[in-house]
Nanobody, 119 residues
C-alpha cells in the first residue's frame, strides 16, 4: 500500500525550530518530485519546497527561503523539513507530497500535521 505518513508537528514559540518527517511506503523517491505544502485557515494550500529527483534541484518559496531546509534519507525512504526561525505566519497544516515524473503521474499526499507558532 502506498502511504506518506507525517510526524513532528506541534506548538512552538516564535523564533523556535521544528523538524517534520514524512515516511514513504510502497514506493521510493526515484522519479518523483517530492516536497512540502502548507495550508493556513481560510487560505489556499501553498507550496513550501520541492525537490526533483530528475534535475536534482530544490526550490523554496520566498517566504521560507533561508529558514527552512528540506532533506531526504533514502535508506529510510523518508523526507524531512527542518524549520528554523519560525514565525506566527508559518502556522498551518503541513503536508508532504510526491508527484510522479512518469506516466501515470501519480500524486500522493500525507495526512497533514499541524504546526502552530505562538507565544
Amino acid at each position: 500500500e502506498v502511504q506518506l505518513v507525517e510526524s513532528g508537528g506541534g506548538l512552538v514559540q516564535p523564533g523556535g525550530s521544528l523538524r517534520l518527517s514524512c515516511a514513504a511506503s510502497g514506493f521510493t523517491f526515484d522519479d518523483y518530485v517530492i516536497g512540502w505544502f502548507r495550508q493556513a485557515p481560510g487560505m489556499e494550500r501553498e507550496g513550501v519546497v520541492c525537490f526533483s529527483s530528475g534535475s536534482g534541484d530544490t526550490y523554496y518559496s520566498d517566504s521560507v527561503n533561508g529558514r527552512f531546509t528540506m532533506s531526504t534519507d533514502n535508506a529510510k525512504n523518508t523526507m524531512y523539513l527542518q524549520m528554523n526561525s519560525l514565525k506566527p505566519e508559518d502556522t498551518a497544516v503541513y503536508y508532504c507530497n510526491a508527484r510522479g515524473l512518469r506516466y501515470p503521474y501519480v500524486d500522493y499526499w500525507g495526512q497533514g500535521t499541524q504546526v502552530t507558532v505562538s507565544s
